[in-house]
């Protein structure tokens, strides 16, 4: 009986219009829309790092002091943590050939490395800088050891230590994997997609209850278990949610080609949690409501509503209620949502986020049990 | 006596203030068709949703089947089958699919389950409209899906509520037709209309709620025996004298007469022969007359004559 249920609610919503279009078309249309809005300040952001292709020359007049840069290139081309190396250099033998290299956008900058370290940068962007301030760092670095060997060589070997393990080359360009802060457009809209499972609940809900609708009566004039026939349209509904997910999060991952700065599984383990408060949410909803257009609006306003206040419109919202009203992005599910895939994707499986997952997963439990209490009492006073 | 397969004893069920079932006492036995009439408001869906356990009651018992029917007991659903007023039919699946999904609440078995609904499609003639989504189909075959989603697990108590509503002769016929063979086949029928001339062709007894409370039980003819009137007849009369119309009145079992423009109305309350006595009494006075006619009372007699005839909501 379960599993003919399960099937038929299956065969149900695939074939409902409204679900096509709202919990698989509008989320892929909403990802490129923010896609052609942000996508050009995405893969500028600096946040959005990627290894600077850079060419160099050792001029003839290369002091002591500057040959010395060529063992920060060398560290600067080793992989980091997160598997990006700052740099990828390439050596040149003279200017017009590194020009030429430059020009045909083979590299993005060139250090002249002689009397004094030039740098040429083809044009204004996020790599020009970072290579300006390789250079930067370096010269102070430099002089500040220079004044100390002149001034203070004592303390020589305790500033070089010092310096050394301030790493300013890396510190200074400390990027978080491939993820853009813009990205948390793409995780609230995420979130979205996820809470518009509520609006499947209320049409679970609504095909089973006898006080819903006239197949609601026929149901439950049958010889079906009531809990258990909610259950199956619930996994039903829950199961296509998820697609719904996987479509999104692989049409922003390998079509937009936007990382989510952590693994697939990841996403989809959060936007699951997210579905499941969303089915749970719904169903509350639709045990409590009668009014069929509610049924309808009541969800829909639920997912925007908690979707705006997780940012999917205004970025800064969260940050303003973080300050008001912290409660809030505690017990908002988007907010949740977006908080979580920010958290692993930004600092990884911090205790923050498996919290924010155990919170989503309260929400869902207690929703669907409180559901059930009011679901299981089996006739009814008027219908 | 044939076993009781639903007892209804002192229903009752309010709504707030108002009273919907009112001491509403029912049997019905294994193997009839029930017929449950009343006008709008009387109370039969109530009646009904209460049966099937749909709604809570204030007071009262049900037994079906001989056992305590309530929300929770499957086994007496399982054999319980109900067409309801409006179409309940899930929109998105085929007439097929329709069918099986409503019959596999009941039968588990796949093989039993296709036999069934099969037989279901061809019992309502729509083996030929399988693929067709209910949007596609008329207002006859939709009322006809209703039907064989309803009655597709071979249910030994169905129970049809106005099925007949909005659907053309050919339909209603036919829907008729299925019901008395299921009827035959060994369900027992309980059946809401307002349709009077399909209750007294269908029914072999016939229950009459209003306000709420059984105001008659009986077959069609036992009903119609309750009514004064018996015969009313109607003959054109050129001469409507006093002393003819005296003549008429005095006649055994006339208990009213009636000038009606060009005719004469007589009402009798029972006799055999009425037209024949007033004929030979016209004949005998040397009256001339025109057309005759006469009318036996109907089944819509009796309810307008026990509901009355001021409208209801």
Redesign the interface.
């Known amino acids: 009986m379960f599993g003919r249920i399960f099937y038929y609610k299956i065969k149900e919503l695939m074939r409902s219009y409204w679900l096509i279009g709202w919990n698989f078309l509008f989320p892929l249309v909403l990802a490129t829309a923010f896609y052609l809005g942000f996508g050009r300040m995405m893969t500028d952001d600096p946040e959005f790092f990627h290894t600077i292709p850079v060419g160099y020359i050792v001029s003839e007049d290369v002091t002591e002091e500057n040959a010395a840069f060529l063992d920060v290139l060398a560290e600067l081309t080793k992989e980091r943590e997160d598997d990006v190396a700052v740099l990828k250099t390439t050596e040149y033998d003279d200017r017009e050939a590194a020009i030429a290299a430059m020009n045909a956008n083979r590299i993005s900058g060139i250090y002249i490395i002689g009397a004094d370290i030039e740098t040429i940068v083809a044009k204004n962007s996020i790599s020009a800088s970072t290579l300006n301030q390789i250079v930067r760092t370096y010269e102070n670095h430099a002089t500040t050891l220079i004044n100390i060997a002149k001034d203070h060589p004592e303390s020589l070997q305790k500033a070089m230590d010092l310096l050394s393990e301030e790493n300013t080359y890396i510190k200074e360009h400390t990027f978080q994997r491939e993820t853009s802060a813009y990205m948390q457009y793409f995780y609230a809209l995420l979130a979205m997609t996820a809470l518009f499972s509520s609006w499947i609940s209320t049409v679970i809900l609504e095909g089973i209850c006898a006080n819903k609708s006239e197949s609601g009566k026929r149901f439950e004039v049958s010889g079906a278990g009531k809990l258990s026939s909610i259950g199956a349209g619930l996994l039903a509904g829950l199961l296509l949610q998820c697609l719904s997910n996987t479509v999104v999060i692989c049409y922003i991952e390998y079509v937009l080609k936007l990382s989510f700065g952590m693994p697939i599984w990841c996403v989809m383990l959060v936007t699951t949690l997210g579905s499941g408060v969303g089915i749970s949410v719904g169903c509350l909803m639709g045990s409590l409501i009668k009014n069929p257009a509610l049924l309808v609006v009541v969800p829909l306003a639920f997912s925007m509503v908690c979707s705006f206040f997780s940012g999917l419109m205004w970025g800064n919202i969260k940050q303003i209620l973080e300050y008001h009203c912290p409660i809030v992005n505690r017990i908002n599910p988007a907010a949740l949502v977006t908080d979580c895939l920010y958290i692993r994707s930004t600092y990884g499986a911090t205790p923050m986020y498996y919290q924010n997952l155990v919170i989503l997963a309260a929400i869902t439990v207690g929703a669907m049990l409180l559901s059930s209490l009011i679901l299981r009492r089996r006739n009814y006073v008027s219908l | 006596m044939n076993e009781k397969v639903i007892q209804i004893d002192q229903l009752v069920k309010r ?1 707030g203030e108002n009273v919907a079932v009112d001491h509403f006492h029912l049997e019905v036995y294994d193997g009839e068709i029930l017929g449950l009439l009343g006008p709008n408001g009387s109370g039969k869906t109530t009646t009904i ?1 209460c049966l ?5 009651y204030d007071k009262g018992d049900i037994r079906i089947f001989g056992k305590e029917m309530r ?2 007991a ?2 007496i ?2 054999q ?1 089958g ?1 067409v ?1 007023q ?5 929109d ?2 085929n007439v097929y ?1 329709n069918v099986d ?2 019959c ?3 039968v ?1 078995d796949k093989k039993l389950r296709k036999q069934y609904v099969e037989e279901a499609l061809e019992f309502t003639g729509l083996t030929d409209y399988k693929k067709y989504k209910p949007k596609k189909l008329s207002g006859g075959l939709l009322r006809r899906l209703n039907i064989a ?2 009655i597709a697990h071979k249910p030994k108590l169905i129970i049809f509520d106005e099925p007949t509503v909005a659907v053309d002769p050919q339909s209603r016929n036919a829907i008729l037709e299925g019901i008395k063979k299921m009827n035959r086949d060994g369900a027992t029928v309980i059946y809401t209309s307002h349709y009077m001339e399909e209750v007294e062709e269908l029914c072999s007894r016939i229950v009459i709620m209003d306000h709420g409370k059984n105001v008659a039980n009986g077959t069609a003819t036992e009903l119609k025996a309750t009514l004064m009137n018996r015969e009313t007849i109607r003959i054109g009369l050129p001469e409507k004298t006093e002393s003819v119309l005296q003549g008429l009145s005095e006649i055994n079992h006339v208990y009213k007469v009636k000038i009606d423009g060009d005719d004469v109305v007589i009402k009798c309350d029972g006799g055999d022969h009425n037209l024949v006595h007033v004929l030979s009494y016209l004949t005998d006075q040397n009256v001339p007359f025109g057309r005759v006619s006469t009318e036996l009372p109907t089944l819509n007699d009796v309810f307008l004559e026990i509901t009355g005839k001021e409208l209801r909501d």
């Open positions: 709504y949703n099937l356990s749909l709604l809570q929300p929770e499957y086994d659903k399982n319980i109900v309801m409006n179409v309940a039919v899930v998105t699946l699919e999904f409503f596999g609440l009941y588990g989603c309803g």
